[in-house]
């Protein structure tokens, strides 16, 4: 399938990118679970023109309206890889579908889901990871384990087969699409079908307890819980993230590289709706302008 513009997330800064695109008529496609937006489940308060406590879910259900109306098609699935292909990009999603775009909106918010386990706090960056792309160097001809029971998790654990000397895969309730789950198991990932329990070492990680109280030896732990973040999306299109995993934008929330923007929490503080939503705007006319090869 092929768009102009693609844009991965579908929360305020998403979708505003996805409107603002819609309207300088050229093709968009969003992906992403609306319900998985930092704005679900939450009320907005100061926000311009909003008075009382609107609800965070009937703005996110009345911005995917709006895009619609304009012309967006929603995949309600996560990005599994993007990359660099000729003049453009292709984008993968979960069900093993592709798709061809002349631009890249990243607005997939920052949060990294954790486990809250004893442990993970104490050795993050000592052998805790949450983006197996970012660090996956630092892992070769060692035994790792990925958490994690969704596509992203599955994903990951197929890429450190590739490094890893041996990967464990924990998962004790697979979400993961059968495609993504079998790529893993295919690869030789080893599948534990139970939970962490804590994370145990002295100055780095060295095992892993599972909740069925055996302990497996491990030299790292990359914590894959939800879709593929800002930072792991970046790498894949060329973009180096920042040190906090945010990704550096200009004034047209365009990056290093062409064709690709960012808006939103990805950009950095402040997280507030209104900074997602004005850079939404700018990257998702910036987006189309690319798409339709126009330069100021």
Known sequence: MQYDVAVIGAGPAGLQAAIHASRKKVSVVVF??????AMSGTHVENYF???????????????????KEFGCDLVELNVT????????FIIRTEDDASYEVKSV???????????????????FGKGVSYCA??????????VVAVVGNDTEAAVSAEVMTHYASKTYWVADDIGASDIAKNKALDAGAVLLTSQVDRIEGEARVARIVLKDGSSVDVDGVFIELGAKSAA???????VMPEMDDTIK??????????GVFACGDVTGKPWQVAKAVGEGCVAGMGAADHAKGVTE
């Not at 970012?134 to 070769?140: A, G, L």
């Not at 792991?232 to 060329?238: E, Q, W």
């Not at 934008?249 to 062409?258: F, K, L, N, Q, S």
């Open 32 to 37: 992403g679970k609306p319900s998985n937006s």
């Open 49 to 67: 023109a909003v008075t009382g406590n609107a609800d965070g879910d009937d703005m996110i259900s009345a911005g995917l309206s709006q895009a």
């Open 81 to 88: 890889s993007a990359e660099p292909s000729g003049t453009g």
């Open 105 to 123: 909106v990243i607005a997939t918010g920052i949060s990294r889901k954790k486990l809250g386990v004893p442990g993970e706090k104490e050795f």
């Open 133 to 142: 792309v970012c660090d996956c160097n630092f892992y070769r001809g060692r």
């Open 232 to 238: 792991d999306l970046a790498l894949d299109l060329g």
């Open 249 to 258: 934008v200009g004034r047209d929330c365009g990056t290093e590289v062409p």
